[in-house]
């Protein structure tokens, strides 16, 4: 009888594809923060010539 060979591609495959869905899942999540950031930063500035321009 023949040994079988096992093969660790799959396995490694898959655990390098699901680590790059984690890090461009953190990146996404990180942009979106900093956007919401931004936003925030524009609309006190707006907000606060709307109260010099009173």
Known sequence: MET???SDGALFGSI???IILIIGGI???YSKI???KN???????AAAVNQIAK
Do not use: G, L, W
Request: hydrophobic share 35%; aromatic share 10%; no cysteine.
């Open 4 to 6: 079988e060979k096992k």
């Open 16 to 18: 390098v594809i699901v």
């Open 27 to 29: 990146y996404i999540f």
């Open 34 to 36: 900093q956007e919401i």
């Open 39 to 45: 936003n925030q930063k524009a609309n006190q500035s």
